[in-house]
């Protein structure tokens, strides 16, 4: 894998962090300076890379499928590389993540970037967006209403943000009780990545998206036709994926991981035929928003069976009476470890909340 050192844009306290975290050695260093002193040359990278703060893996020509490498909770990207501009698929975190994210991009291209995707309205999709302005965001007329709405109300939002601060005082407790030198390296540059984080969510400031469809959009590109695909509600109202079909290729977003999703915001009886809808599409590759890429179609297949079962033991669960979250822990679905793999009994409250919630509300 080829390696370039990001050297532009860095939010100075993630990058401190970083450093402390893993300290580089001189000669690369070095190399990095003499790199700044360089005269500018169009970037000439024709294979995975990595940055500080981001490996690019090439998918297919022009198409990378983008992951964040600081150990912080984050979502995936994909970025096409067109003959004139470039696409870029979720924008991360934070407006300060996003800033990264365009950074890293700059280490292959400096191309526009003049179409930026939203795969739905979650914070750690979308909550980057304003780093990328001005440009066009494309999104399901869902994700606008929920980002035009108070996105900083929203549920998944506000859980994070009101979780920050027991997040730290964790790891400030785990610091204080550790002796061994390494570990407490380890915690300190967390504790330096999570202060950061804290202060970059302060300025977020959601823009929603600014061209919207409600079923299906087609950009073409020169030879590149790129299909803006809603396939249903499933992990929230306004769900789009990304897919090539040329390359064989599409980015699912949270609608479709390499296993279940979370559920807090799902419309998890309709989620498994939204995936059939998925599976009509010919592609060989799933590149999700978490995670590793998924190339085993088959696991779509695991994943509807899933959802159906989770749905079928809540709504009994909820007939004998059970509140929600006695329901949660009475969930078994370890039937599904051979399937998918890390199965417990009992399951997410909030999940089942949800289908509670969505049961309520239709009178059922
Ligand atoms: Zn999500």
Same mark, same amino acid.
């Given at each position: 894998?080829?390696?370039? #050192? /990001?050297?532009?844009?860095?939010?100075?306290?993630?990058?401190?962090?970083? %450093?402390?975290?893993?300290?580089?050695?001189?000669? +690369?260093?070095?190399? $990095?300076?003499?790199?700044?002193?360089?005269?500018?040359? +169009?970037?000439?990278?024709?294979?995975?890379?990595?940055?500080?703060?981001?490996?690019? @893996?090439?998918?297919?020509?022009?198409?990378?499928?983008?992951?964040?490498?600081?150990?912080?909770?984050?979502?995936?990207?994909?970025?096409? &590389?067109?003959?004139?501009?470039?696409?870029?698929?979720? $924008?991360?975190?934070?407006?300060?993540?996003?800033?990264?994210? *365009?950074?890293? *991009?700059?280490?292959?291209?400096?191309?526009? *970037?003049?179409?930026?995707?939203?795969?739905?309205?979650?914070?750690?999709?979308?909550?980057?967006?304003?780093?990328?302005?001005?440009?066009?965001?494309?999104?399901?007329?869902?994700?606008?209403?929920?980002?035009?709405?108070?996105?900083?109300? +929203?549920? #998944?939002?506000?859980?994070?943000?009101?979780?920050?601060?027991?997040?730290?005082?964790?790891?400030?407790?785990?610091?204080?009780?550790?002796?061994?030198? @390494?570990?407490?390296?380890?915690?300190?540059?967390?504790?330096?990545?999570?202060?950061?984080?804290?202060?970059? #969510?302060?300025? %977020?400031?959601?823009?929603?998206?600014?061209?919207?469809?409600?079923?299906?959009?087609?950009?073409?590109? !020169?030879?590149?036709?790129?299909?803006?695909?809603?396939?249903?509600?499933?992990?929230?109202?306004?769900?789009?994926?990304?897919?090539?079909?040329?390359?064989? &290729?599409?980015? #699912?977003?949270?609608?479709?991981? !390499?296993?279940?999703?979370?559920?807090?915001? !799902?419309?998890?009886? @309709?989620?498994?035929?939204?995936?059939?809808?998925?599976? =009509?599409?010919?592609?060989?590759?799933?590149?999700?928003?978490?995670?590793?890429? %998924?190339?085993?179609?088959?696991? &779509?297949?695991?994943?509807?069976?899933?959802?159906? @079962?989770?749905?079928?033991?809540?709504?009994?669960?909820?007939? +004998?009476?059970? /509140?929600?979250?006695?329901?949660?822990?009475?969930?078994?679905?370890?039937?599904?470890?051979?399937?998918?793999?890390?199965?417990?009994? !009992?399951?997410?409250?909030?999940?089942? =909340?949800?289908?509670?919630?969505?049961?309520?509300?239709?009178?059922?």
């Amino acid at each position: 894998m080829q390696t370039v #050192t /990001a050297t532009r844009a860095v939010a100075l306290l993630l990058a401190t962090a970083i %450093v402390a975290a893993c300290s580089p050695p001189a000669d +690369e260093e070095a190399a $990095s300076q003499a790199a700044d002193a360089a005269p500018a040359a +169009e970037p000439q990278i024709e294979g995975d890379f990595s940055t500080d703060t981001h490996s690019f @893996e090439l998918v297919a020509p022009g198409v990378y499928f983008v992951r964040y490498t600081v150990p912080m909770f984050n979502s995936n990207s994909m970025v096409l &590389i067109n003959d004139d501009d470039v696409l870029v698929v979720d $924008s991360h975190i934070t407006p300060a993540t996003g800033g990264q994210l *365009i950074a890293s *991009i700059r280490q292959v291209t400096d191309k526009p *970037i003049s179409l930026l995707v939203n795969t739905h309205f979650h914070y750690d999709h979308a909550h980057g967006n304003q780093a990328f302005m001005p440009v066009k965001i494309i999104g399901h007329e869902f994700t606008r209403q929920k980002m035009a709405g108070t996105p900083l109300e +929203e549920g #998944t939002f506000a859980r994070e943000l009101a979780g920050q601060p027991a997040m730290l005082e964790r790891m400030q407790a785990r610091l204080a009780e550790t002796e061994d030198a @390494e570990e407490r390296t380890g915690i300190e540059a967390r504790i330096a990545l999570t202060k950061a984080h804290i202060e970059a #969510t302060k300025e %977020v400031d959601p823009v929603p998206p600014n061209i919207t469809l409600n079923e299906r959009l087609t950009i073409y590109r !020169g030879e590149r036709e790129i299909q803006i695909v809603f396939c249903g509600r499933a992990h929230t109202g306004g769900d789009i994926v990304v897919y090539l079909p040329n390359e064989r &290729i599409v980015f #699912t977003g949270d609608m479709m991981l !390499g296993g279940p999703s979370w559920l807090g915001d !799902g419309y998890v009886d @309709e989620w498994p035929e939204t995936l059939e809808n998925l599976k =009509a599409l010919d592609f060989d590759l799933i590149l999700p928003g978490h995670g590793p890429k %998924v190339s085993d179609r088959a696991l &779509i297949g695991h994943v509807q069976d899933f959802y159906r @079962e989770l749905w079928k033991q809540v709504v009994a669960l909820r007939g +004998e009476g059970k /509140a929600a979250d006695e329901a949660a822990a009475a969930v078994d679905l370890t039937a599904f470890e051979d399937r998918l793999p890390g199965r417990r009994p !009992g399951f997410d409250p909030l999940a089942v =909340a949800r289908i509670y919630q969505l049961l309520d509300e239709r009178g059922e």
